[in-house]
């Protein structure tokens, strides 16, 4: 089986929250490889590239439910005038399936509570968008083009 990469956002929420900690205690529990790590700033020019794929898309007709996911994942509805979210890359075999099935589903109340959005997710009531704790890529592409995005090559450990 191939070895793949991944990318984990801790966002906003779980920053805030202090669900960092709890939120990698379960990653880890995939026993994939920690090959990644840092604390970024996102900036709006980093939020629109990180999300650019779902523009326009989907629930993303609305613009404004687009423009609340580009303001919730900045850090702009949690208090952090760092904007900071955690960022990981994740290397195993199936790494991308294998992340996505400890995360969970897209809509927290959807999601199992055996998983990091089922435990700890929820819907903003405000403004509709999910505050689901944690991204991870959905499939080995759009893995490969955010981990360039978030990323430089001599940050990741081969
Ligand atoms: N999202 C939302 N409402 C929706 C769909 C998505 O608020 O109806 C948010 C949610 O935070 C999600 C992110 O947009 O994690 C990216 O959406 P995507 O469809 O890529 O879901 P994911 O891959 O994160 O499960
Ligand atoms: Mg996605």
Redesign the pocket.
Known sequence: MAIERTLVLIKPDGMQRHLAGLSIDRLENTHLELVGAKIATVTDKLAREHYAL?EGKG?FVDKK?FEH?INFIKGEYHGDPKHRVLALVYQGENAVQGIRTAVGV?NPEDASPDTIRGAFGRICRKHG??E?VV?AS?NLEEAAREINIWFKPGEIID
């Open positions: 779902l629930p439910l996911l897209t968008y999910f689901n991204h959905g």
